[in-house]
Nanobody, 121 residues
Framework: QVQLVESGGGLVQPGGSLTLSCAAS????????MGWYRQAPGNQRELVAT???????NYADSVKGRFTVSRDNAKNMVYLQMNSLKPEDTAVYYC???????????????WGQGTQVTVSS
């Protein structure tokens, strides 16, 4: 059993900052890529940022220069530092991780339950 739990969402004014955290726990052998996605009302879920085990990161164009993804492999955690937040960043943010539970090279995607981020004055 694997569980991803996000934290750190909330209400912030435009131009403000938030840091999201996601902790993976359970029967984990190894975690490959980790990342963050978001879904605003009426929209499809979209990629925000991903990071490889070796810390190579990738960002959506809409967040480049404002968001920073990082991870702690020893703690099985991934973070999203969000600066210069805009109203259009309002969404439910989901943590995602590719996890191997058996050490056989097979990775499956796991998702957190989501955390709400609201940017509003």
């Amino acid at each position: 059993q694997v569980q991803l739990v996000e934290s750190g969402g909330g209400l912030v004014q435009p131009g403000g900052s938030l840091t999201l955290s996601c902790a993976a726990s359970g029967s984990i052998f190894r975690i490959a890529d980790m990342g963050w996605y978001r879904q605003a009302p009426g929209n499809q879920r979209e990629l925000v940022a991903t990071i490889t085990r070796g810390a190579r990161s990738n960002y959506a164009d809409s967040v480049k220069g404002r968001f920073t993804v990082s991870r702690d492999n020893a703690k099985n955690m991934v973070y999203l530092q969000m600066n210069s937040l805009k109203p259009e960043d309002t969404a439910v943010y989901y943590c995602n991780a590719a996890i191997s539970t058996a050490g056989l090279g097979n990775y499956s995607p796991y998702w957190g339950q989501g955390t709400q981020v609201t940017v509003s004055s």
